[in-house]
């Protein structure tokens, strides 16, 4: 019978290699910390080609978690040689098969969570499996440290292109897109009479002229541009009606409307041009480039709705926001101005109409000039005066129109209340061309030139998640001197407790140095031959691990129950 020898007091100086892996996971604790503390906020750093933040990170959350594991299961495995030599008197607790649960324990869920359940948390091994159970939640955890997102960064741009990689949006600081048919007549260019086409017949307009963007990211600065403004206001009219013949309707400028007597439903619609009145258009209307009157009368048996209107459209000045967000253009008017005076010819200019008082707002260079020749304003307004004047008369279910200008302006203007769209619509059609065939000055577009942003990752750490594993580690730096603390427990052991395993020996493979009892021995008998055989006879048995006066460990049956 082996005989019991006096304690030995543990020396945690035994445990250099748990020392160093505690120096290791500190080390990369540091590192972590140090390293995200450095890039928060700031832009994703690249070293070289192919190593990014995130593939730094992985390397030191790798080190630090397979550090964290050799910890735990050198504690677990403490804790497996202690449970068995840790036999207390009067009461069998440990069993071969333990050994087995501890070991599992320490590398896999499946064994960790036996060992909880098994030892209900009451066993120091317990939090060792634990951690085991949660160092298993790194890979997921560790992703959500630090997140990405895309912020624009000013393009230094290459050296084929110009100072500024995002050139100015077109522009127009005067517009002279006119030509003389050689006999002094002069009309319009192709373009601008297409955009008044377009813009009086389609029903939507591209609000956003093509820009120069190389990045797809860009910004400019407010910059000013000519432009075509329009509206519409509802005008008084006098009605005269005669039994014979039906009622009359007039506007101030002369334009008029009727409807038949003994017709009892009629549709007349009337488009003319005119020369305003005295409230439409104010005196800041001085480059006017069409003013026309509208009028419809709409007969059913039941009512009749007429309905008048004086429209016009002007040169006017406007400040754009422009920028252009993944290829986006988004263009927005930040500023609008009207006021033009008359200046006569001199040697440096023809007669023109120059914008004037332009306010802070506009964003306008000093001593930059924006103007509209005078015979190029004459020659747009004889066009437009030209397709706005015609009719359209609807009786019963036949409907007659003068013009194909007349039939798309009574489509499009059926409600009248839809009258300011329409004339919309037919300015920014203007505009863009103005804006496109415009000219500008010499060396005045780069003062509104832009800049060009590429999109790049910038770094936000999650300092909760970071928490995540610091804590793991500070449980796992505690766990190692829980076995001391219970094995100079008084009272707690019996006489004899053997010194913690040494950890440089896996716990499996420490066991193979302890001598089994003959009576152990013999309970197996063809066990090893049959699947689970040595579990099934000998791992119920109940154990205890005692040490010879020779130093050799044996496990034997317990003498106590």
């Excluded at 002094?184 to 093509?210: C, F, H, Q, R, W």
């Excluded at 409230?279 to 480059?287: D, G, I, L, S, Y």
């Excluded at 039941?302 to 986006?328: E, P």
């Amino acid at each position: 019978m082996a005989e019991l020898v006096s304690p030995v007091t543990p020396n945690p100086i035994q445990w250099q290699e748990e020392y160093i892996y505690c120096l290791v996971c500190l080390a990369a604790a540091a590192a972590l910390v140090v390293l995200l503390s450095t890039f928060n906020g700031r832009l994703e750093p690249s070293w070289g080609d192919n190593i990014q933040l995130g593939t730094v990170l992985i390397a030191i959350m790798s080190v630090y978690r397979l550090a964290l594991k050799a910890i735990v299961e050198a504690c677990v495995g403490q804790g497996a040689w202690i449970w068995v030599s840790g036999f207390r008197k009067g009461k069998t607790e440990a069993k071969l098969e333990d050994f087995k649960m501890f070991d599992e324990a320490s590398r896999g869920l499946y064994g960790a969570l036996v060992l909880l359940w098994r030892m209900k948390a009451s066993h120091f091994a317990c939090v060792g499996s634990l951690i085991t159970i949660l160092i298993l939640g790194f890979e997921t955890f560790s992703s959500q440290m630090v997140t990405y997102t895309e912020v624009p960064i000013v393009f230094a741009g290459k050296a084929s292109l110009d100072t500024h990689p995002a050139p100015a949006p077109p522009r127009s600081e005067t517009w002279h897109n006119i030509a003389s048919n050689g006999f002094g007549e002069k009309s319009l260019m192709l373009s601008t009479k297409a955009a008044v086409y377009n813009g009086i017949i389609a029903s939507d307009i591209v609000p956003n002229i093509p820009v120069s963007c190389e990045t797809a990211n860009c910004g400019w600065p407010v910059f000013p541009s000519l432009a075509v403004c329009g509206a519409c206001t509802e005008s008084l009219f006098n009605t005269s009606c005669d039994s014979q013949k039906g009622c009359s309707y007039t506007m101030p400028s002369g334009t008029s409307v009727y409807d038949q007597a003994g017709v009892p439903s009629e549709h007349h619609f009337t488009v003319a041009p005119s020369n305003g009145s005295s409230t439409f258009p104010n005196e800041n209307f001085k480059a006017v480039i069409s003013l026309f009157d509208i009028m419809s009368s709409a007969k059913t048996p039941r009512d009749n709705t007429i309905q008048a209107y004086q429209c016009g459209l002007w040169f006017c000045l406007r400040s754009y926001n422009v920028t252009v967000t993944n290829g986006v253009v988004n263009r927005s008017v930040v500023a609008e101005w009207s006021k033009s005076d008359f200046v006569p010819r001199s040697s440096a200019h023809y007669d023109e109409y120059v914008f004037s008082d332009i306010p802070p707002r506009m964003n306008a260079k000093q001593h930059a000039r924006y103007s509209i020749p005078s015979d190029s304003l004459r020659t747009l307004r004889e066009f437009m005066d030209k397709l706005m004047l015609g009719n359209a008369l609807q009786v019963t279910d036949s409907v007659i129109y003068d013009t194909d200008w007349i039939q798309a302006m009574d489509t499009a203007t059926k409600d009248l209340s839809s009258l300011s769209g329409w004339v919309s619509r037919l300015a920014l059609s203007l505009t863009n061309d103005i804006q496109l065939t415009g000219i500008v000055r010499s060396n005045r577009n780069s003062d509104y030139g832009g800049t060009a942003y590429i999109m790049a990752p910038r770094v936000e750490v999650n300092w909760y998640w970071v928490a995540y594993p610091v804590t793991l580690m500070v449980f796992a730096f505690l766990e190692p001197f829980t076995p001391f603390l219970r094995t100079v427990q008084k009272d707690s052991l019996i006489s004899a407790v053997p010194t913690p395993a040494p950890s440089c020996i896996p716990l499996r493979d420490t066991m193979l140095f302890c001598h089994v009892s003959k009576t152990i021995h013999t309970q197996v008998g063809d066990g090893m031959d049959v699947p689970e055989g040595l579990n099934y006879r000998v791992g119920r048995t109940e154990i205890e691990l005692v040490r010879k006066d020779n130093g050799e460990w044996i496990f034997t049956e317990p003498r106590y129950h």
